[in-house]
T-cell receptor, first 112, second 113 residues
Framework: NAGVTQTPKFRVLKTGQSMTLLCAQD?????MYWYRQDPGMGLRLIHY???????AKGEVPDGYNVSRLKKQNFLLGLESAAPSQTSVYFC???????????FGPGTRLTVT | SQKIEQNSEALNIQEGKTATLTCNYT??????LQWYRQDPGRGPVFLLL?????KEKRKERLKVTFDTTLKQSLFHITASQPADSATYLC????????????FGSGTRLSIRP
């Protein structure tokens, strides 16, 4: 089992560009999450999903959109990137809530 | 506003001693509390979950306490080893809803031989 995988691992964007981060899990988990982690701050929840076809806002959803068309995939989109979105993005999944969250390796995004 | 505080400075412990990390919170009433370990450049790894009606939870060399009166959780690693060196994060859930989770910024633990 690969667990939780994230694509890409690194990305540099210019302000105003768009991109999609892909998260995939092979554990048949119902819940999936997107977080961002900034220096000196805890992980902050961006969006989450409680099942295929559902999404919900977390603590810091502005500037991001998500989709969960398939149970195993959770996509995070940035429509118009801003320097404030420079961060490390982590995807996670869990079977229940609250549950043991399995995290991916992260995507380091820099917006110039 | 809701706030979680973990030891802001790194903790340096001699191998074999017990490491104790703290997680304090204010303006929050968690129903659940989790501890995660994070190594540099990697995602967090789940360690333990404790519920508000549980005082203590153990797993091998790890022990977590949860005091809702003091609004504090303590995380202990007994017989610490250099391999225990990492950043440890606490996470609070106000309910079973995923929207109610907040993480602390973590405490960096170093175990010297």
């Amino acid at each position: 089992n690969a667990g939780v995988t994230q694509t890409p691992k690194f990305r540099v964007l210019k302000t105003g560009q768009s991109m999609t981060l892909l998260c995939a899990q092979d554990m048949n988990h119902e819940y999936m999450y997107w977080y961002r982690q900034d220096p000196g701050m805890g992980l902050r929840l961006i969006h989450y999903s409680v099942g295929e076809g559902t999404t919900a806002k977390g603590e810091v959803p502005d500037g991001y959109n998500v989709s969960r068309l398939k149970k195993q995939n959770f996509l995070l989109g940035l429509e118009s990137a801003a320097p404030s979105q420079t961060s490390v993005y982590f995807c996670a999944s869990s079977q229940g809530s609250p549950g043991e969250q399995y995290f991916g390796p992260g995507t380091r995004l820099t917006v110039t | 506003s809701q706030k979680i505080e973990q030891n802001s400075e790194a903790l340096n412990i001699q191998e074999g001693k017990t490491a104790t990390l703290t997680c304090n919170y204010t303006n929050y009433s968690p129903a659940y509390l989790q501890w995660y370990r994070q190594d540099p450049g990697r995602g967090p790894v789940f360690l333990l979950l404790i519920r508000e009606n549980e005082k203590e939870k153990r797993k091998e060399r790890l022990k977590v306490t949860f005091d809702t009166t003091l609004k504090q959780s303590l995380f202990h690693i007994t017989a610490s080893q250099p391999a225990d060196s990492a950043t440890y994060l606490c996470a609070l859930w106000r309910s079973s809803s995923a929207s109610k989770i907040i993480f602390g910024s973590g405490t960096r633990l170093s175990i010297r031989p």
